[in-house]
């Protein structure tokens, strides 16, 4: 069996499952958020009464991160609707904008979007909070209403995205049917060289088969070459398995694996038990692609889909007026190193922004230095607009106040993970989806540019 087959067959309590099967499994983890929060909510109570509860109040995680830092009151309102359920069903694990469990959330514009306007449980983007919170355990089934939720593959887990309706059952009963996806595998071989990132290697491979081409199927990341790249680059990879319609993406098992979460699991007091799958010998699959790491270049995809791939080189001509680096995908800790790398001791020459992803990250790049410089302050000294309010900001546009939307038909070269029409805000704004590199040196030419420019200088 494949990756994907073993731990469902496993949630299934079946000895064996192939592509196609239509089984019932057992969740693990069901995570929701602000957005979907409270429609999920609404099925659950409409489904199984007002007095009802659910299936198990430990795995229900709960993270604000979408509309958040707006002063738009029917997103503030969704946060409160999140704070009255947690109370009402006494969750453990919700990650609330603010401390006062009575409270109501209310974003103050006057203090501005780039200071911190959170309380200390806060976390940020639900896909790279919940890793950091100890929620993401390998061979374990994750359930979230969110398509990234697929991130969590990186973690050798089951992790896919659902709607509303399926969340509300599982809400209830802890159970989902699904039918068994076919598998696809991607052989990573060999190293990447300097200037190309993770995010280059799932650009490339969505470029091959297409935003559509993975629809419904599980992409199995494993080969030699997993073992150089970080827990970071398995979560942009796995991440973006939903680009191209994937149901999930997966990765083996590993000691890199084990030494996150079991530090995760251990700082916040979270389940530490975990059983891996490993990948088998004989496992059917429907296509094996190898991707040779050490030949892979920085690439772009432009405007509109994330499989349109090109080679940066080749894109100078592309004029832009806006850079932004954030997401789940792109506004993890190393993302903001390596961007920092191509930018240290230089000046961006169009509008910038940057969104880190967690309160945690903040904290990182605040605290991490290079020659007496923090790496928060080496991005402000480049001209980089950061904010402290981490969440998923401009990347999925949001209410008109939402800081780094594209209000205006402009291009902008982002670190995000999809670039539809209209994505990051105005429907004619047109998005080219980058490495963290490859952003940070088309902000300083303000044209598409090869990182490996900046760093061969
Ligand atoms: S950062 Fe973007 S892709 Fe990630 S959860 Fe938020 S809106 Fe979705």
Not at 243 to 260: C, L, Q, V, W
């Amino acid at each position: 069996m494949t990756l994907t087959e073993k731990i469902l067959a496993r949630a299934s309590g079946k000895a064996r499952v192939s592509a196609g099967d239509n089984i019932w499994v057992n969740a693990d983890v069901l995570m929701t958020h602000d957005v979907c929060g409270p429609g999920t909510i609404g099925v659950f109570h409409r489904e199984f009464g007002r007095q009802a509860k659910v299936w198990d109040r430990e795995r229900v995680v709960i993270i604000p991160d979408h509309y958040i830092f707006t002063a738009d009151s029917k997103s503030n309102r969704n946060v409160d609707i999140l704070r009255e359920f947690v109370r009402e069903q006494q969750i453990p694990y919700f990650y609330d904008v603010i401390d006062d469990p009575n409270g109501s959330w209310k974003f103050d514009p006057t203090q501005g979007l780039l200071n911190r306007q959170y309380g200390s449980q806060y976390a940020g983007v639900c896909h790279t909070a919940l890793p950091q919170k100890g929620h993401t355990r390998p061979g374990e089934i994750l359930f979230g209403t969110d398509s990234h939720t697929c991130m969590a593959g990186a973690f050798n887990q089951f992790a896919t995205g659902i709607g509303n309706t399926d969340a509300g059952f599982v809400m209830g009963t802890g159970k989902l049917l699904i039918k068994v996806p076919e598998t696809m595998r991607f052989r990573l071989e060999g190293k990447l060289q300097p200037g190309v990132m993770a995010k280059d290697i799932i650009l490339h491979i969505i470029g091959e088969i297409g935003f559509d081409g993975a629809t419904y199927r599980a992409m199995q990341f494993d080969g030699s070459g997993v073992a150089s790249l970080s827990i970071d680059d398995r979560m942009t990879i796995a991440n973006m398995a939903i680009e191209a319609g994937g149901k999930n993406g997966i990765f083996p098992f590993d000691s890199r694996t084990a030494e996150y979460v079991e530090s995760r699991t251990r700082l916040n007091g979270t389940r530490s038990s975990y059983e891996p799958v490993e990948v088998d010998a004989d496992q059917t699959v429907i296509g094996e692609w190898v991707i040779d790491l050490d030949r892979l270049e920085p690439v772009v995809a432009c405007h509109p889909d994330p499989g349109n791939r090109k080679q940066a080189k080749e894109l100078g001509h592309v004029k832009l007026d806006r850079a932004y680096i954030g997401s789940c995908t792109g506004g993890k800790t190393s993302d903001f190193v390596e961007f920092a790398r191509v930018i240290r001791g230089k000046r961006v020459s169009i509008d910038t922004f940057g969104v880190p992803a967690t309160p945690e990250i903040v904290h990182d790049l605040r605290r991490t230095r290079w020659g007496g410089r923090t790496v928060w302050d080496i991005l402000l000294d480049a001209g980089v607009q950061m904010t402290e309010n981490a969440g998923c900001a401009a990347c999925l546009g949001g209410p008109v106040d939402t800081f780094g939307r594209m209000n205006t038909p402009l291009k902008c070269i982002s670190a995000t993970n999809r670039n539809f029409p209209g994505r990051m805000g105005h429907k004619e704004s047109q998005v080219f989806l980058a490495s963290p590199a490859t952003v940070a040196a088309s902000a300083l030419a303000g044209k598409i540019t090869d990182p490996r420019e900046y760093l061969s200088n």
